[in-house]
């Protein structure tokens, strides 16, 4: 709950037509900064940079000056794709579509420098019963479509590891740059937990790094360096931390720079047949998901997988 008694803010929220419970703490504290000591004949949105969150596991911040949509998946510790990252993933992209402000999209992480995205969420695939497995990946499903299919330019900043589905998230979007330098690693490395990736996966490596190549990746399930990843064309870029947004947000406006029904139409032609295969057997698809995980050999090796990440730890 917030007690807003700013009366600058209530100014704005009239002005702007914005109401408060469309706004949480990251635009109300942004705006209170940005309008700071200003009396209310001086404020002007123009170079407010607009927060606005689906939920705080995707923070949106706007900037409208240059309509570009900055997205943070925010899911501690490691932005696991779980039921709240994944719905909150796609609410923002779909409100980002509808938002006349927003021409263009940027994901990247709040864990700058650490991990992008660390792939599905494995709890959420063992141990579960049948229908919390379907349920969960019609989620996955959905995110991918919304992603995938999204109808304004994206580009993924990659600030840290990126392996399974935090390779795939950055493969939904238009152009992929990431951190150089840092040990980071990228790849679907699904055969190492002893999972297959769906079908819509593999077709996004084969349509980023071609056929061959996305045999030796998938099948040995390689997690690459940014500078292997590069080579291997999974990326198409790679930067330091330090730069690596600005050099995104470049590469972001080449793409908002083209015509918007001509970029849309383009990319359907590109990617519309493997989305229409998906929507076609959606509920056959989370039923294979589902009666596929709970194996109970594919339970064993999901179950080790786990131990060894926390034994890592120790
Ligand atoms: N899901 C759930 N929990 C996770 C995940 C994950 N994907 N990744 C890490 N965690 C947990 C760890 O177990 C740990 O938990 P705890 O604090 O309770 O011990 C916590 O997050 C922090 O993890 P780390 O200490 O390992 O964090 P680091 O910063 O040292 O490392 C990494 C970050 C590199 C991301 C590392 O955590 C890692 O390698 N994670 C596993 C990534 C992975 O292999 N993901 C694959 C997911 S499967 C997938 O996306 C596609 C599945 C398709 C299914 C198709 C079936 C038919």
């Known amino acids: 709950m917030f007690c807003v008694t700013d009366k600058r803010l209530t ?49 949106v911040e706007i900037d409208s000056q240059s309509g570009i949509a900055t997205m943070y998946a925010n899911n501690a510790p490691v932005n696991s ?13 779909k409100e980002a579509e509808r938002n006349p402000d927003v021409r263009g999209i940027l994901l990247t992480s709040k864990f700058d420098g650490q991990v992008f995205c660390a792939g599905l969420n494995i709890l959420d695939m ?12 019609t989620m996955v499903q959905d995110w ?21 589905g935090g390779c795939a998230w950055s493969m939904m979007c238009d152009y992929r740059i990431m951190q150089s330098g840092a ?24 349509s980023t790094i071609g056929h061959r190549a996305s045999e030796e ?14 080579k291997y064309g999974m990326i198409d870029d790679i930067e330091k931390l330090e730069n690596l947004n600005s050099k995104a947000i470049k590469e972001l406006k080449a793409f908002m720079a083209i015509n918007l029904n001509a970029y849309q139409g383009s990319k359907m032609l590109l990617r519309q047949d493997v989305m229409k295969r ?32 926390k034994a890592r730890k120790k």
């Open 126 to 137: 063992y141990q579960k019963s049948h229908q919390h497995l379907v349920d969960y990946w």
């Open 217 to 230: 990746a998938l099948l040995k399930g390689l997690l690459l360096s940014a500078e292997d990843a590069l």
């Open 183 to 206: 040990g980071k690693t990228i790849g679907l490395n699904e055969t190492m937990l002893g999972i297959v990736a769906p079908f819509f996966f593999v077709e996004l490596i084969q």
């Open 278 to 309: 998906l929507i076609a057997v959606k509920k056959e698809d989370a039923e294979f998901f589902a009666n596929f995980v709970s194996q109970p050999q594919v339970q064993e090796s999901i179950g080790n997988y786990v131990a060894s990440l």
């Open 11 to 59: 100014y704005i929220f009239k002005k702007y037509n914005g109401s408060k419970e469309n706004m949480n703490r990251f635009t109300i504290s942004a705006i209170l900064k940005s309008i700071k000591g200003k009396p209310i004949s001086s404020i002007s949105l123009k170079n407010v940079r607009c927060f606005s969150s689906s939920s705080d596991k995707m923070i």
């Open 144 to 164: 991918y479509l919304a992603w995938y299919g999204c109808k304004k330019p994206t580009v993924a900043a990659i600030n840290g590891h990126a392996p399974a």
């Open 81 to 93: 794709l779980d039921s709240g990252l994944l719905t909150a993933a796609v609410k923002a992209v």
